[in-house]
Every structure is written in C-alpha cells, then in structure tokens.
C-alpha cells in the first residue's frame, strides 16, 4: 500500500444453513481468494459461519460448538495469508447467547464483538435467541486452550501498528439502524475503519434507504464503512436476502454489489484513508464531539495491535509511503475510479442538476447585492469567452430574480490587437439574443497612447503590452458603472485565481465576482446547460452562440491574431485546465502532498495518452510556482459567493501569506522528476 492506500472488501459466500463445516470451507476459500487480491481487509455476513435463519437451532449445544470449532479451523487454516478477516458466529457467555463479530488475522482470533441492538419487530425475533451487548464490556473469554484470553466486547479497536490511520471497529446490522449507533462511538474514539456484518433482508425500497444509511453513516463519522450482507443462501421461509454488500467513504460509494448476484464474488476496492485523516483535521467539530461525550481512547477502549504483511513479502509490513524505488503499486495496481474531472459529476443527470444549482446559487448571490444596494444596471466586460459568457447568463437570471429590465445589463465589448472576428460576432450576438444593451469601445487608440505615454515599444508583445490592454479594460468598465449606477460584474473563475491568470487591478478587479467560486472545467459545462435549456425552451439562435463559444479556444486575446485566428491560447502557456483543476482539487480540499496527487493523477488519466507521468509532472510543478507565487492576488479579491465546496476567498475558505515559501512541495516534485 502507498499513499494511505488501503484495500478492503467485502463477501458474501455460498451457505448451507447450519452446516458450520461447509460454511467454515467456503469462508476460508474466500479469505484465500481476497489474499490473492491483496485485500487486507475483509468483512462476512453476519453469523455467516452457522448462517442468520438457523431460528431456534441457535439454542442447539451442538450448533454453539461446532460454530466456535469452525472459528478455530478458520483462524488456523489461513494462517499464511495476510487478511484480517471479520466474520459472525453466536458466542456463549454467562449464561447468555450473543451474536458476534469475530476477527482473526494470521492463525489468531483477534477479538469478539457482541452485537449491541437486537432486533425484535416485525419479521425479527432476535431477542428469542441473544441477548444485547449491555454497557461496556470488556473482559477475555475463552474459547480453547490456544485462544484462552481472547478481547470480548463492543469498544475494541484493531489497529495496525506500522499505520495509525487504521484503526477498525465493529457493528452488527441493526446497530446502525438505530439513532446512535456503536459506530458513532466508535469512530469518535479514533476508528477510521466501520465493518458491519450484517443480514438485512429485502422488501420493496429497502436497498435504496440501507443505501442511504450507509452513506449518510460514513459522512457523519467521516470513516471508511464496509457493509457485509447476507447472501440468497440464507432461509427463504419468511425472508429473502439479496447480498447488498457496500463500500462507503465519507459519504462516498465506492462499490457496490448488485442484489441477487453471484454473493461468492469478492467486492472489494481501494481507499484512500488519507483523505479520513485530513477531513476530520480539517472539520474542527469532529474533535469537539469527541470532548463533548468525553471520549478518551486511552482509557475507554481496548486497542488490539496487529501489523499488516506485504503479501509477497511476509517478512516485511506494509506501509503507506512509496518503496525506495518510487515505483512500488504502480498507477496502473489502483483498484477503483479516480475522477479526473472532482468538480463534475461524470452522471449526465446528475451533472445536470448540479448544474442548475450551481446557476442558482450564483444568481442569488448576486440578486442579493443588488437588491442590497438598489443597483438596476450591472456591467460586463463581455468578450466572447467562456467565463464573461456565463457571467452575463448568470447576470440574466440574477435581473429576472429581481424584476429588473435586462437593459440594465450592459456588455460592454472592448476590442483590441486580440481581438478576432469570431469572438467579436459571438459577444454581440450574444448580448443581443439576451436582450442585454451592447455598446462598443474600441481601447487600440486609448491603448496606443498610454503605451506613448509610458515610453512602451508597441512591437514589444512583454507582460506590460498584455496588461494595458487589461487594465484599460477595467477602468472603461468602472467609469460605466459610475456613469449608470450600476456595478462591475467580475467574471474571472477558480481555476484563473489559483494559477494568477489574470492582470492585477485588470480582470483581477470587479465589484462582485460571480464565478470565482468556479473552476474551468465546470464553467464549460454550465454554459452547455444554458445552451440546452434555450434550445429546449425554442431560442435556437442563443443556443447557437453558445454552442460556438463552447468550440472557441481559451484566450485572453491579448496578443495579435494569426491570419485572423487566435494566435494565444491559454492551454499551451498554463497547461491543461483539467489538469489545474485535479491538483487544485486535491491540493485544496483534501491537502494531499504532490507526491500522492501525482499519483491520483496518473491514475485518473491512465487511459489518456496526451498525459504521460511526464507532462502530468510538468504542469504540476507548474501549479504549485503559481498558486504559491500568485497568492497576492487573491490576497485583494473582490465579493463573491462561495459555490462548491473549494474556494480561495482570503475571507474564508483560504488564508495564505502572499509571501509563503514553496520549496517543501517543489522539492519533493523534483525527487519525482529524478525518479522518473
């Protein structure tokens, strides 16, 4: 494993009802298989080693011993494999039966955790059987002269000696059907890992809400969880099980068997349990809850060690930095999907309707202000790009909002030695299918006489030719806005901001920015669903425009066109904004080191040929020289409302010295680029 990289999995194996021999065999058989995947951790039904629907058997002597005879053998029989396995059998203790989860690693059983909530409603009648795990309990149970003092209760911690982000913990089914389940406990005394056996059977919408339970449980105590469901060889008498087995991280599916498929199939995944680490750094109530229910780990729960084997090497523990190769697990070993694009949803529907509340959100943001400020006229530099395009379609649904005429809205188009004829039409005609007011200045003579003015050789294509021509553009727009009481709409995004693509006090400045909180490869699509919704509701000539500006490469126009077309396209200085955006993603959100992006990054892009680790590692290096070095930008940026959940307002979600060192992070890329 690398990176905080864990492998996990869940099954659910064939099942003869009450045959612990066969149910012993079939267990082993799958712990066998997930250490061929090096799954280090694999989670059972529960009771999966006598089987759920044993009914009153359960109270059979010859039931209770075979199954703990069978825990023996399986512990014994996959000594040589490097998977802590988590299955269920019912336990005998003072005089009463409990419904347990069993761990076993390398020939020993680990622990026993009873089941804390029995059900006893509906179509369950546990509580016929077993009783509920009361209170903490702790103490060592025996079970036979090899495992004579063996942890039983429910506050046990398995943890990896070597890897301190593991640590798992156990629940049972209806455990997590109740308001305050284990888990919660558990995970406020450090378990980053949740393995529930469970035998949920199936009824008309039940998958969907176990679904959400799951999700919503690995949210709320920011964890891994892995739900392991009872297969279809369970009893059919009064029930059916369809081995719904899930992998949640923080909220996150990330994989998921399908109901009534073939239960023997190991489910598995890799996670990434860094992520676990920094989002409850990150989340400062997390820590709080712990202190409010006054969680000590130290004293309240039992910690089991164990260290995790290299499965080729069992000599050596794994562990979560890279070999002294660099290339141990390869991009290409990851098992599971990285996004390459974090602030899309790859879900057509979905990303449709993140769409609309992302539009949504930006109106009234801006509604907001100018309702606030009893502003009736907004105005926008508008030049036929992507970014001021969606500024005036937001701008558009901000005036409707109010009940404000749109000849408020005015674009102002400002063209200069960039400026192509296509990019020109599109602005025009775009202000114009908007019902917006259009109204040309052309900046090359006000231009030219700042640059006589300045001593600045118009031949001389250097930053100060580019940033003329920005910051005039500004000031025409300011003096606007003064002149019809209107304000500046900013139209620069997220992914401009984090790389400083932008002229400070030119574009850099506006008096509310609608898409700062924006990355660029959402803003393609945003402006697509403004596309789709004016072809569907009949405005075919809007939807033509913005179907063009879709097909415009990305410019600021600031240097002279090539035989009239764009001869500065943004992508060839800066790099690829979809690349920009997964670092910025990684970066910022989850505060990965540019070693684990790099690796995130190969992995989300392996089956794109323009990005070989090279070019991933150029224009990583890139991003970090910029985002450090570009700081003071955003130091002084304008209002504007937070939308997704990364932002770089120095007012909230960032706050970074304009004069910070970036040498930790590029010198670890350079021990990339020596390894490559």
């Not at 930053?463 to 002149?483: F, G, H, P, S, W």
Request: proline share 4%; net charge negative; glycine share 6%.
């Amino acid at each position: 494993m690398m990176y905080g990289i864990f492998r996990v999995g869940c099954v659910s194996p064939a099942l003869a009802i009450a045959d612990c021999d066969y149910n012993a065999g079939q267990i082993v058989s799958a712990i066998n298989e997930a250490d061929k995947k090096d799954v280090k951790l694999l989670v059972f039904p529960e009771l999966c080693i006598t089987g759920y629907t044993c009914q009153d058997l359960f109270l059979q002597d010859k039931l209770l011993d075979s199954s703990l005879e069978a825990l023996v053998k399986i512990a014994k029989e996959t000594e040589g494999t490097s998977v802590l396995a988590a299955v269920g059998l019912p336990f005998r203790l003072n005089n009463a039966l409990f419904n347990c989860a069993a761990f076993i690693y390398r020939g020993k059983i680990l622990a026993l955790v009873p089941k804390t909530f029995i059900p006893n409603y509906s179509e369950f009648y546990e509580r016929r059987w077993f009783s509920p795990a009361q209170g903490k309990i702790q103490q060592p149970v025996y079970i036979n002269e090899e495992f004579s003092e063996v942890p039983f209760g429910t506050d046990i911690l398995i943890e990896d000696k070597n890897n301190p982000q593991i640590k798992i913990a156990a629940e049972i089914c209806e455990d997590l059907w109740v308001p305050l389940s284990p888990s919660t406990l558990h995970a406020l005394n450090n378990a980053t890992v949740i393995a529930n056996l469970s035998a949920s059977n199936e009824v008309i919408g039940k998958a969907e809400y176990r679904r959400t339970l799951v999700k919503a449980q690995s949210a709320k105590t920011i964890t891994a969880y892995l739900y392991a469901d009872a297969g279809r060889d369970e009893s059919t008498t009064d029930m059916v099980f369809g081995g719904h087995n899930i992998i949640a991280l923080n909220g996150s599916i990330k994989a998921e068997s399908k109901l009534f498929s073939d239960c023997s199939k190991i489910l598995c995944c890799d996670l990434d349990m860094e992520l676990i680490q920094n989002e409850r750094l990150r989340t400062t109530t997390y820590a709080a809850s712990s202190a409010k229910i006054g969680a000590d780990p130290s004293s309240d729960y039992h910690s089991v060690f164990i260290e995790f084997k290299d499965r080729q090497n069992p000599q050596a523990s794994i562990g979560f930095s890279a070999g002294s190769d660099g290339k141990k697990n390869d991009a290409s070993d990851f098992l599971g999907f990285i996004d390459p694009h974090p602030f899309v949803p790859s879900d057509k529907e979905k990303r449709s309707e993140r769409c609309r509340e992302v539009i949504e959100l930006q109106a009234e943001g801006l509604a907001k202000r100018l309702r606030h400020i009893r502003a009736k006229n907004a105005v926008i530099g508008l030049s036929g790009g992507l970014d001021s395009t969606l500024a005036l379609l937001v701008t558009c649904r901000a005036f409707d909002k109010c009940s404000l005429d749109r000849s408020g809205i005015w674009c102002i188009t400002m063209p200069c030695f960039g400026t192509t004829g296509r990019t020109y039409g599109n602005a025009c005609s775009l202000a114009q299918k908007t019902q917006a007011t259009l109204k040309e200045v052309d900046i090359k003579k006000a231009v030219l006489q700042h640059f006589e003015d300045i001593g600045q050789d118009e031949n001389l294509h250097d930053v100060t030719y580019e940033n003329c021509q920005a910051r005039e553009r500004t000031q025409i727009l300011m003096d606007i806005a003064n002149k019809t009481g209107g304000i500046v709409i900013g139209t620069g995004d997220l992914s401009e901001l984090a790389l400083g693509w932008c002229t400070y006090n030119g574009d850099h400045m506006s008096m509310y920015g609608v898409n700062a909180s924006i990355p660029k490869t959402l803003v393609r699509y945003l402006v697509d669903y403004f596309a789709d919704e004016a072809e569907q509701s009949g405005n075919s000539e809007l939807c033509k425009v913005l179907k063009d500006i879709l097909d415009t490469p990305v410019s600021p126009e600031l240097l002279p066109p090539e035989k009239g077309t764009i001869s500065q396209k943004t992508e060839e200085l800066v790099g690829p904004y979809e690349l920009h955006d997964f670092f910025l993603y990684y970066m910022l959100r989850r505060a990965y080191s540019p070693k684990k992006i790099f690796f995130l990054a190969k992995v989300a892009f392996k089956d794109r040929s323009e990005y070989p680790a090279e070019t991933i590692l150029k224009w990583l290096k890139s991003f970090y020289k910029r985002f450090f070095g570009q700081q003071f930008k955003r130091s002084c940026m304008p209002d504007g409302a937070k939308v997704g959940t990364v932002s770089l307002s120095p007012r909230g979600d960032w706050r970074m010295p304009s004069d910070s060192s970036a040498n930790l992070w590029l010198k670890e890329i350079e021990e990339l680029e020596r390894s490559l």
